[in-house]
């Protein structure tokens, strides 16, 4: 079983609201990812998470604020955010060996930023 | 540092007839290389994967893709698609010292005409 799940699905939201985007996977792996994919371009990397803590963070703005409270969730904490952060918000998962690695995706969380 | 260019944005094809979808890479270590796939409005699914071994992989839905080292490329095919391939494909690599970090192409779409 390869699957990482995501809620919501979609999401719209103000510029003044606060909410959340969930990833779930129960593969056992210790690595988990987000990533932000705009239209018609690939994923960039926001921030990993390697046994529960934050090992790469890409120089994400702060209104984006990410949280592994276990080893199976990964969140990722909105607010104030802007038109131009409208995107498909990814998740990703691996078993985080140091060699051989492979990501697992989920089916992403389309949000829009009013 | 490592780099991915797929050199074809689209990629009409009919329906039945073969397709070849081209990818080069760069780095200066040895890599691990990926073919992912994006059907519209889906997350990423793994197609294939060259991690070590057999320069000829095999993935599902009849895609293979062959490892050439001295070219530095990693061409995906498939001898006959379907309709239901057409989707947004990418190749990804990550070196073998950090898996973690995966450097994307800027895709290819793969639209297959009846």
């Known amino acids: 079983d390869t699957e990482v799940t995501q809620t919501p699905k979609h999401l719209v939201m103000g510029m003044t609201n606060k909410k959340s985007l969930k990833c779930e996977q129960h593969?056992?792996?210790?690595?988990m990812y987000w990533y932000k994919q705009k239209a018609k371009k690939p994923p960039e990397l926001m921030f990993v998470y390697s046994y529960e803590k934050l090992s790469i963070n890409e120089s994400v703005p702060s209104r984006f604020s990410p949280e592994c409270p276990n080893s199976s969730l990964l969140n990722l904490h909105l607010h104030a955010l802007q038109p131009e952060d409208s995107a498909l918000y990814l998740c990703?998962?691996?078993?985080?060996?140091?060699?051989?690695?492979?990501?697992?995706f989920g089916p992403g969380t389309r949000l829009t930023v009013l | 540092a490592q780099s991915v260019t797929q050199l074809d944005s689209q990629v009409p094809v009919f329906e039945e007839a073969p397709v070849e979808l081209r990818c080069n890479y760069s780095s200066s270590v040895s890599v691990y290389l990926f073919w992912y796939v994006q059907y519209p409005n889906q997350g990423l699914q793994l197609l294939l994967k060259?991690?070590?071994?057999?320069?000829l992989v095999k993935g599902i839905n009849g895609f293979e893709a062959e490892f050439n080292k001295s070219q530095t490329s990693f061409h995906l095919r498939k001898p006959s698609v379907h309709i239901s391939d057409t989707a947004e494909y990418f190749c990804?690599?990550?070196?073998?010292?950090?898996?973690?970090?995966?450097?994307f192409g800027s895709g290819t779409q793969l639209t297959v005409l009846p």
């Open positions: 060259y991690l070590s071994g057999s320069t």
């Open positions: 990804a690599v990550s070196d073998q010292g950090s898996a973690r970090q995966l450097t």
């Open positions: 593969m056992g792996h210790r690595a």
């Open positions: 990703a998962s691996s078993q985080d060996r140091r060699n051989r690695d492979t990501q697992y």
